[in-house]
């Protein structure tokens, strides 16, 4: 950091509130929040003449907070083993003693961000990196501050340095990675995904913006596989139902959503036409059970479909009911409906009608009747 970035820097410092960390910022934070004490009888006039209400602004109150505590630590480090030259008055502010601490500077400089100060924060998170390049965490943050200040270039070099010396941090792995997919390169962040899954291989963000990658290079064979290893890991929230419809747009029907009363669900319908192990049809078959469970008035109906063979269609569905029940008792029998059809099911798509050989559909209605209260 040279002199002009640093004298910029403390001077843009200096408009903020001043605090002379450690041994007298308690002194000064109470004496700016508490007044003078007034006298008793002024209290109780007050108290009985203002009116009472509480407000509370939760994001200034907690950006100051973080301001604070990260002075205070700057005074507590700085503050320390202090040297004053012979015959001569000490002139270093905390500031610039700071800047000679890579903790200090890290410290100080995530304050700033969380202050919403990112251009102030910059030059104390890059000078923590630079003094300290084995320290992965620190890149992390100059890397996410280069972001904040809109400077992608800079920001990969950050990612690029901490992934230097620590290869598996997946926080750096995964931000390199967004890096490059804003920057349209998609291959190169397909690999920092890929090293991600690598490590760990349920990570959400990386598993889904690897069939968003494949869905840009148009290679439907491994977007398919991208979005099928998504929905086996998960299966709720806003990406979920758009990786659906992703696969079922590629004429791909492994895993569909389903209405089931007021609940959207999805399943996995290679599991429950019987083409998958029977533990993992055991879960599908526990998510339509708890489904029943959940709504007592939920009515399922459940239909197979298959091409030339309605005695196969049938079979199956009556295989499916007696899995559901044996799961929630024969007491609801009433509930679960069946039909099938020795024909293909047309599923609309938005590439145009499909029609899969094998198909199962499920819809569920509340059925207000039932268990009707009769009064006298």
């Not at 012979?86 to 270093?92: A, G, Y």
């Not at 899954?197 to 148009?218: F, H, K, M, V």
Request: hydrophobic share 40%.
């Amino acid at each position: 950091m040279n002199n002009s970035d640093t004298e910029k820097l403390i001077n843009r410092l200096r408009q903020l509130p001043e605090f002379e960390p450690p041994s007298t910022i308690v002194a000064e934070v109470m004496r700016r929040v508490r007044p003078a004490r007034p006298s008793l009888w002024q209290r109780f006039f007050t108290y009985l003449a203002r009116p009472h209400h509480i407000t509370l602004r939760p994001v200034p109150l907690f950006a100051m907070t973080v301001v604070m505590a990260a002075v205070f630590w700057l005074g507590m480090v700085t503050g320390n083993n202090r040297v004053q030259p012979l015959n001569q008055p000490e002139q270093v502010s905390v500031v610039e003693k700071a800047l000679q601490n890579p903790q200090a500077s890290f410290l100080a400089g995530r304050g700033l961000m969380a202050a919403g100060l990112v251009e102030e924060a910059l030059p104390l998170l890059r000078n923590a990196s630079f003094s300290a390049p084995d320290n992965p965490e620190y890149a992390y943050w100059e890397g996410l501050c280069y972001w904040a200040n809109g400077m992608p270039a800079k920001e990969r070099t950050s990612y690029m340095r901490g992934i230097g010396s620590s290869p598996d941090t997946i926080p750096i792995l995964l931000n390199l990675g967004h890096n490059l997919l804003e920057q349209k390169e998609f291959s190169a962040a397909l690999l920092q995904y890929n090293r991600t899954l690598s490590i760990d291989p349920r990570e959400q963000t990386a598993l889904y913006n690897s069939g968003l990658i494949y869905n840009l290079q148009q290679d439907s064979e491994n977007e398919i596989t991208a979005w099928k290893t998504y929905l086996h890991h998960y299966r709720s929230g806003k990406n979920s139902y758009r990786a659906v419809r992703r696969l079922n747009n590629l004429n791909d029907f492994s895993y569909r959503s389903y209405q089931l009363g007021n609940r959207k669900i999805i399943l996995s319908q290679s599991a429950l036409l019987g083409l998958q192990s029977a533990e993992e049809t055991h879960h599908e078959i526990e998510i339509l059970a708890d489904s029943l469970r959940r709504d007592p008035r939920l009515q399922l109906d459940i239909v197979f479909f298959h091409e030339n063979d309605a005695l196969t269609a049938r079979k199956n569905a009556i295989l499916l009911k007696k899995h559901i029940l044996a799961a929630v008792g024969e007491k609801e029998r009433k509930r679960v409906r069946l039909s099938w059809f020795g024909e293909k099911e047309t599923v609309q798509t938005s590439n145009g009608n499909y029609q899969p050989r094998e198909s199962l559909l499920l819809f569920g209605r509340r059925n207000f009747n039932q268990e009707k209260e009769t009064k006298i």
